[in-house]
């Protein structure tokens, strides 16, 4: 079992800055993808932003450029930070991990993330 814990959402204006950040319960990455999503109103959840247990990274086309994923493993920690924000990157966004062995995927609970014009 795996918990994640995500921190960082919040209100702000277009083209400013957040920085999520999703903690684990343990160490996980060597095992685990991480994973970024969000889910606005009426549409469905979509893939953000991942990483692969070796590092490697995959962004989806509508923030590539703009959004970096990026991990400590000291940590147990994953963040996303997100530049030049638009009013249409405002969702929950999502942590996930998926195991590399069970295919099991955790998520967590969910950071709001509000972009005004």
């Known amino acids: 079992q795996v918990q994640l814990v995500e921190s960082g959402g919040g209100l702000v204006q277009a083209g400013e800055s957040l920085r999520l950040s999703c903690a684990a319960s343990r160490s996980i990455f060597i095992t685990y993808t991480m994973g970024w999503y969000r889910q606005a109103p009426g549409k469905q959840r979509e893939l953000v932003a991942a990483?692969?247990?070796?590092?490697?990274?995959n962004y989806a086309d509508i923030v590539k450029g703009r959004f970096t994923i990026s991990r400590d493993d000291a940590k147990n920690t994953v963040y996303l930070q997100m530049n030049s924000l638009k009013p249409d990157d405002t969702a929950v966004y999502y942590c996930?991990?998926?195991?590399?062995?069970?295919?099991?995927?955790?998520w967590g609970q969910g950071t709001q993330v509000t972009v005004s014009s």
């Open positions: 990483m692969a247990n070796d590092g490697t990274t």
């Open positions: 996930a991990a998926k195991s590399r062995v069970s295919f099991n995927t955790y």
